[in-house]
């Protein structure tokens, strides 16, 4: 399962990922929004998918993620990292190798997209990388327990 939501800034990049991960045959859950709203605000719709996702990763399904989007990603991820169980990595751009290292090292379970310094093509490639990339495991993982630990 991959949870997707957006604020009004990601909302039209959403849109574009959305339907290509239901064209790639993926099983998205669109949290939200769902019509353009200059007003809203992005905590509303990133912390259904954070807890969504934490909850399935609690509940021991490692495969479920979520991707969020905003005009850079920042407070979206802020938002998302809020929660126990939840590494969400920014991308906005540039070198592909953040979004894989997320990843591979850090096991990150929700990709936080910056719309407004994203196209499309950009997007889907990032969101190609990230959800084939597998974590590492190994000297990572003792790493994500001590995460683990302080959130505890």
């Given at each position: ?16 990922i ?22 809203d ?10 807890k ?32 126990k ?11 592909l ?45 003792r790493?994500?327990?001590k ?6």
């Open positions: 399962m991959i949870y997707v939501a957006a604020d009004h800034a990601g909302f039209e990049l959403k849109e574009e959305k339907k290509y991960l239901q064209e790639q045959g993926n099983k998205v859950e669109d949290l939200g929004a769902f019509e353009f709203n200059s007003d605000d992005y905590p509303d719709f990133i912390a259904p998918v954070a969504a996702v934490a909850l399935r990763q609690a509940q021991g399904e490692n495969n479920t993620k979520g991707i969020v989007f905003g005009g850079s990603g920042q407070g979206e991820a802020i938002v998302a990292n809020r929660l169980g939840v590494r969400a990595a920014v991308y906005y751009g540039g070198n190798d953040i979004v894989k290292l997320s990843r591979q090292h850090n096991n990150a379970n929700i990709l936080s997209l910056g719309a407004r310094f994203l196209k499309t093509e950009q997007a889907i490639e990032a969101v190609d990388l990230w959800l084939t990339t597998p974590f590492e495991g190994g000297r990572h993982k790493r994500i327990n995460i683990k630990e302080l959130e505890n």
